[in-house]
């Protein structure tokens, strides 16, 4: 499975991107697949998951309610819409995928087989 995410920028804080993780190789429709990011300094955490399975959703409380997660297996593509955007949002935004993610570890990074190359989002105050 190779990802390539993309559609990061600088935007202004209460803005809003749109991004987006194109999946090739196996099934795409079989992969949980899941944003994370890192800002400078900072360890990789955890932003949002969609299971490949039932379609949950789940995210970080930093993003909760401002954030949406989606995909279309028909274009074997992931969403991130980011709306309401704050300067701590900025970081570089990576997307995932996971074969196997149980239930309650879906934020751990170690568990997601696959990784994008990253795509970096500043918000300006």
């Known amino acids: 499975v190779q990802l390539q995410a993309f559609g990061g920028g600088l935007v202004q804080a209460g803005g809003s991107l749109r991004l987006s993780c194109v999946s090739s190789g196996r099934p795409f429709s079989r992969y949980t697949m899941a944003w994370f990011r890192q800002a400078p300094g900072k360890e990789r955490e955890f932003v949002a998951t969609?299971?490949?399975?039932?379609?949950?959703?789940y995210y970080a409380d930093s993003v909760k309610g401002r954030f949406t997660i989606s995909r279309d297996n028909a274009k074997n593509t992931v969403y991130l819409q980011m709306n309401s955007l704050k300067p701590e949002d900025t970081a570089v935004y990576y997307c995932?995928?996971?074969?196997?993610?149980?239930?309650?570890?879906?934020?751990?990074?170690?568990?997601?087989?696959?990784w994008g190359q990253g795509t970096q989002v500043t918000v300006s105050s």
């Open positions: 969609i299971r490949w399975n039932s379609g949950s959703t």
């Open positions: 995932a995928a996971g074969a196997v993610i149980y239930s309650g570890s879906y934020s751990d990074a170690r568990g997601y087989d696959y």
